[in-house]
């Protein structure tokens, strides 16, 4: 690809790159460790373990082990007034920044954006306040519910803990929320409104309330003797998701502020994608033409063309309506014979779906191809869906050319995409000096 300088007569927008990331989950606490984990077939799933589940006929889950030990960069008492979705988005937030080199300061806290996606609110103290209303106790039902009706969703949790003061974007969307997050992140930073931004998801959906939900809607894998083959997204005997919890964030900046502060870049965001499928009669719908819309534009945002993508890291959460309109909207963008030139792997056949913080997980995951220059596999597809026709890179870790990489995140009618370009394969960087974009958030600082 020719290098082209970023001056406005040559770039039709500001481009925007990622700086940091950091993530949790249950394959690890880190984005290095997941990948590891993902190398070595791990599976995040298994017995759920923070309530009795044996009244339910599905009885796993993608846990976090340890997650309500304090973490000992935070007081006891701020760690007890979070509830679960908070302290995992507490822990990616500051990671990425750390890894981003970034701290904050009173000259740049207003130029500092958040944006978070969680789908699911903490529903525990809701399940003890019904519990307590119908017993009559009105007094003990206050007390469950008071810390719902008071408490901060995500993206304020981290303004605070951070101190910024720039815009603060709460988003829902089902599994495509935490992608919509970082996509709308980065529209802040084009337009102006933001010089840095973190933005990603968070859930904590593990409760019998979420369980009685998804399981009554019919969208629940069943494989409770064996959890680790639960999550089987494009496999032919698929038989539906398993909900796990976590949180992933990334640190975006505007490109111009990354090199005069000497930041390494990770990737560059080249295009993005949103659509919505109407459904028929008022009911909105996976649409498989929407889905190919979302990717579509992102392509089309990037300049690039089908040949330069690389490999897609798909939405594919386990159920076989779901998994088959999204092959159908890839290859309506890439061609029919997609599975020949481009891998499309599966990342919740390791993690489960993280609903809201899946696209970003999706996207740490693939910070790390690109990185490592490798295809991340796709775990318990042993017989493929002839009705998918993608390569899903069942076999394992594979060393390959990784310049270009997508992310797909589909959430029941909501589409986005993304596509991310390794610093190899970007545009030439600008030409900035140092100081020349103020004032800049600092670096190699402690987080207040």
Sequence with gaps: ?????????????????????????????????????????????????????????????????????????????????????????????????????????????????VAMASYHPPDEGALEGARRLLAGDVAGARDALAPAALGAAPAARIAA???????????????????????????????????????????????????????????????????????RPLDADRDGIVIGEGAAVVVLELIEVAVARGARILAEIEGEGLSISPGRSGE?????????????????????????????????????????????????????????????????????HLLGASGPLSVVIMLEALARQAIPPTRNLEREDPEVDLDANPRGVREDTVLVAGVNATGGAHHASLLLAHPRAMRRLPEVVPGGVLPLPGRDAAIP
């Design 1 to 113: 690809m020719t290098a082209r300088s970023s001056r406005p007569e040559e770039a039709p927008r500001p481009r925007v790159v990622i700086t940091g990331a950091g993530a949790i989950c249950s394959l690890g606490r880190t984005p290095a460790a997941i990948w590891e984990a993902i190398a070595a077939g791990a599976s995040g799933v298994g017995p759920i373990t923070r309530f009795d589940a044996s009244p339910f006929r599905t009885r796993i889950a993608s846990e976090i082990a340890g997650a309500d030990v304090t973490d000992r960069r935070f007081t006891d008492a701020y760690w007890a007034g979070l509830d679960r979705r908070s302290r995992f988005a507490a822990i990616a937030a500051l990671d990425a920044l750390r890894a981003a080199g970034l701290t904050l300061t009173p000259q740049n806290r207003g130029q500092t954006a």
């Design 161 to 231: 803990l951070l101190g910024s003061t720039g815009p603060a974007l709460e988003l829902g969307g089902v599994g495509a929320g935490g992608l919509e997050a970082i996509i709308e992140a980065a529209a802040l930073i084009r337009r102006g409104d933001a010089l840095v931004a973190l933005a990603g998801g968070t859930e904590a959906p593990i409760t019998p309330l979420t369980l009685a939900a998804y399981e009554g809607a019919g969208l629940l894998s069943a494989r409770n003797d064996d959890p680790a083959s639960a999550s």
């Design 284 to 352: 909105p719908a996976t649409g498989a033409a929407e889905i190919g819309q979302a990717l579509q534009q992102a392509l089309v945002l990037s300049g690039r063309i089908q040949a330069e993508v690389d490999v897609i890291a798909l939405d594919a959460a386990g159920t076989v309506e779901g998994d088959r309109a999204e092959a159908l909207g890839v290859r309506r963008v890439f061609g029919a014979a997609t599975r020949h030139h481009m891998y499309t792997p599966a990342p919740k056949s390791f993690t489960g």
